[in-house]
């Protein structure tokens, strides 16, 4: 049961355009969520993340966006950057005090230069 | 600060043997750490929660017998994989929870290759 699910395994976007990455999810519990870049053969690196209270948070050229109703979020990259591509993966965590995180199935972002 | 360390990078056995694999936090104490298991191209598979002191939490469907983790001090995790065969080969991720900053911080990760 694939409870964080990204449904594009990948996108390919023009540099100096927008990247918008999507997450749905299950659980209601989930109550803070993190976006994460990877590259082959490296651990994550953390992007950004956002609390259930929110439904915006911006980092720079990163936004995720939380649209609890609907169990969705994104992130939107912009502009986008050749060095931007990568695997994103969306991860979430409930206030369980187990602090573990369930991972998304990823989406392989190419930025065209 | 906030880095994670493992030990090996990649690691090849043959079947049958056993393998560590260790996770340090270098510049903070983690009481929990985290053990990943990740399959090419999809996703990070969370295998069991590693407590400081105390027995980990194995996921559904994960083998503690076959995954034998142990958090012997604040900055030092160990899986060892049991018996190994080639098809636990894999990419192997932790991350350690930085308490006082709220958040998990990753490892390289290792490459195990059964033969």
């Known amino acids: 049961d694939q409870q964080v699910k990204q449904n594009s395994p990948s996108l390919s976007v023009q540099e100096g355009r927008i990247s918008i990455l999507n997450c749905d999810y299950t659980?209601?519990?989930?109550?803070?969520f993190l976006w994460y870049k990877k590259y082959p053969a490296e651990g994550p690196t953390f992007l950004i993340s956002?609390?259930?209270?929110?439904d915006k948070n911006e980092d720079g050229r990163f936004t995720v966006f939380l649209n609890k109703s609907a169990k969705h979020l994104s992130l939107h990259i912009v502009p986008s950057q050749p060095g931007d591509s990568a695997v994103y993966f969306c991860?979430?965590?409930?206030?369980?005090?187990?602090?573990?995180?369930?991972f998304g199935t990823g989406t392989r972002l190419k930025v065209l230069a | 600060g906030a880095v994670v360390s493992q030990h090996p990078s990649r690691v090849i056995c043959k079947s049958g043997t056993s393998v560590k694999i260790e996770c340090r936090s270098l510049?903070?104490?983690?009481?929990?750490m985290f053990w990943y298991r990740q399959f090419p191209k999809k996703s990070l598979m969370l295998m069991a929660t590693?407590?400081?002191?105390?027995?980990?939490?194995?996921e559904q469907g994960v083998e503690k017998d076959k995954f034998l983790i142990n958090h012997a001090s604040l900055t030092l995790s160990t899986l060892t994989v049991t018996s190994a065969h080639p098809e636990d080969s894999s990419f192997y991720i932790c991350?350690?929870?930085?308490?006082?900053?709220?958040?998990?911080?990753f490892g390289p990760g290792t490459r195990l290759t059964v033969l």
């Open positions: 991350s350690a929870r930085h308490a006082a900053r709220n958040e998990q911080f």
């Open positions: 590693s407590n400081e002191g105390s027995k980990a939490t194995y």
């Open positions: 956002i609390s259930s209270i929110k």
């Open positions: 991860a979430a965590s409930e206030a369980s005090g187990t602090y573990k995180y369930i």
């Open positions: 510049d903070f104490q983690a009481t929990t």
């Open positions: 659980n209601s519990m989930f109550d803070y």
